[in-house]
């Protein structure tokens, strides 16, 4: 499970409408429509990313999606520090026979790239995917497989010095149930996990880190129950998780990188040991979250409608030292180094509703307030007092106008053009702020060897070893998307153009404010 809160409120809001959620593509939670107020999100594909989910979005025997975006990020002070993207996303190619089976690839290229400090990295990520899903007797009985993998290599400009970061993400299967036309029930079980060579030491002097993150198992139960006839819908969705963590570090001459830089006073670090080989401690953390939304559509007068909605969330995630082996193997370990368990919980709590007024004009409100709460448990961490319960607002509005609904403009039937607008405006800790830039997440701080001892030159994976780190920063973040939507010929042709822009700034701790601008095109044939 993800080692950060807003798991617990679906992270799938991306620019556009892309089919695979992999990572978002400005920031997350910038959603064009709302996420829990809209009847739309009612399934187990869009609630809990579950593959056999597909056979209730989709209708088509052929899809074919295409799309480009741009983005990048700036400093608000200093237009020298520059990060930026452009996502290509070759065809994702989905055929099938409705109600029966789906078959869905994809391939997608994201060349990023950090300009900072003089100096300027590159990092293509490739990221490519299969999913395989079928149903039969009459869909009480579903079936599937799904896997997603990514690759990337970083290069400097200033040296040969490279990096690689590779891995996959819920490679695993999916069995589901329909006994009724009501009510599904889809389980999946699923890996994840991913390598990272970080600073490789090639002749450069530079010292040497790595880690490795393995997630097995993972298992997720979904609930959908509602129908087009029924005016209730809701979704319910639990998750268990464990995922093992390890992290290396040498120096130039090839000697443990936390001896000379983290005190073993933990001052800076909580790491508790280290061996000759630069391991150290192992990290073993066990989660749990569920997830429940419900919306209740009511017809008005005059063709008015309005869709009250509610949820609730909760996460519990349990953390502890290991003890290095030889190997440093993520699934193999001495035994636990007592002393060093935290506990992370968070709980969230929404209310949202859409209003549509003759299906021509549609807006939308939604308020979540989430919490987040740290208990140390392990004696060692004794003297690291734990931060006070803290609570994080998220508020998201927009508005949707059909143009093709007007009947004075007499368009075609089989023609349909949408406009749309959404503002987000959340708070959040430091932490979950880097996520939800989850493009450059993978992007650190350049080396500098003149100042490598501060902690700040070196891996930000550290911040899993500094749970109360999490607490010393807040950030606030605006974030605005405009588009334009259209489809011709019955669907058969669907287009969307869109802009986003965003703002990001520190409101506790310090930390540089931050301003995105990002735009896109999306193409889908269908048949």
């Known amino acids: 499970m993800k080692q950060v809160i807003f798991v617990l409120i679906v992270l799938t809001g991306v620019f556009g409408q892309s089919y695979y959620r992999d990572y978002p593509f ?3 939670r910038i959603n064009r429509a709302g996420t829990f107020s809209n009847i739309d999100q009612y399934n187990t594909w869009d609630h809990d990313q579950n593959p056999l989910g597909i056979f209730e979005v989709a209708k088509k025997t052929l899809a074919v999606n295409v799309g480009f975006q741009r983005i990048g990020w700036k400093n608000s002070d200093n237009d020298d520090s520059t990060v930026s993207a452009v996502s290509t996303q070759l065809p994702l190619i989905q055929v099938g026979v409705p109600d029966k089976m789906y078959l869905s690839c994809y391939y997608s290229i994201s060349p990023l790239s950090l300009e900072e400090k003089g100096q300027t990295i590159a990092m293509p ?7 395989v899903v079928g ?7 579903k079936m599937g497989i799904i896997g997603r993998g990514f690759h990337a290599q970083e290069k400097w400009d ?4 490279k990096r690689i970061f590779m891995g996959a993400n819920n490679v695993g299967a999916a069995l589901g149930f329909q006994p009724h036309e009501y009510l599904i029930f889809n389980v999946q079980a699923s890996a994840s996990g991913y390598v990272d060579s970080l600073y490789v030491d090639n002749d450069q002097g530079l010292p040497e880190e790595r880690f490795a993150w393995l997630e097995l198992p993972r298992i997720n139960v979904a609930f959908d129950f509602g129908g087009e006839e029924l005016p209730f819908a809701t979704n319910f969705s639990y998750c268990y998780a464990k995922n093992n963590f390890v992290y290396t570090g040498k120096d130039r001459t090839g000697d443990p990188l936390f001896g000379p830089y983290y005190s073993r006073t933990w001052n800076d670090s909580a790491l508790s040991s280290y061996n000759d080989g630069g391991d150290a401690d192992p990290l073993v953390n066990d989660s749990i979250a569920w997830h429940w939304q419900a919306l209740y559509s009511q017809e008005l007068a005059n063709d008015f409608r309005i869709d009250p909605a509610i949820t609730f969330g909760y996460m519990h995630m349990k953390s502890r030292h290991m003890r290095p082996n030889e190997d440093n193997h993520p699934r193999r370990y001495d035994k636990e180094n007592n002393g060093w368990e935290w506990e992370t919980k968070s709980f969230s709590f929404g209310l949202g509703t859409t209003f549509w007024a003759k299906e021509i004009l549609g807006i939308w409100f939604e308020y979540e307030r989430s919490s987040l709460q740290l208990d140390i448990t392990g004696d060692s961490l004794s003297d690291f007092s734990s931060p006070e319960k803290v609570g994080y607002n998220h508020v998201g509005f927009g508005t949707t106008f059909n143009v093709h609904e007007l009947p004075k403009l007499s368009f075609p039937d089989n023609l349909n053009l949408s406009v749309y607008f959404s503002m987000n405006i959340l708070s959040e800790n430091e932490l979950t702020a880097k996520y939800n830039v989850k493009e450059f997440s993978h992007l650190y701080p350049l080396y500098n060897p003149e ?4 902690i700040s030159d070196l891996n930000v994976e550290l911040n899993r070893y500094q749970p109360w780190k999490q607490f010393e920063k807040e950030v606030k973040s605006v974030n605005t998307l405009f588009g334009i939507t259209t489809s011709l010929l019955e669907n058969t042709i669907e287009a969307d153009v869109f802009m986003g822009i965003a703002r990001r700034k520190y409101t506790k701790g310090d930390g540089d404010a931050m301003k995105g601008f990002g735009f896109g095109v999306n193409f889908i044939y269908n048949r």
Not at 135 to 141: F, N, S, V, Y
Not at 158 to 161: L, W
């Open 26 to 28: 400005l920031v997350q």
């Open 125 to 131: 990520q490739n990221r490519f995917g299969l999913m």
């Open 135 to 141: 149903q039969m007797l009459e869909g009480m009985i």
């Open 158 to 161: 200033v040296n040969s010095n």
């Open 451 to 454: 100042t490598v001892g501060d």
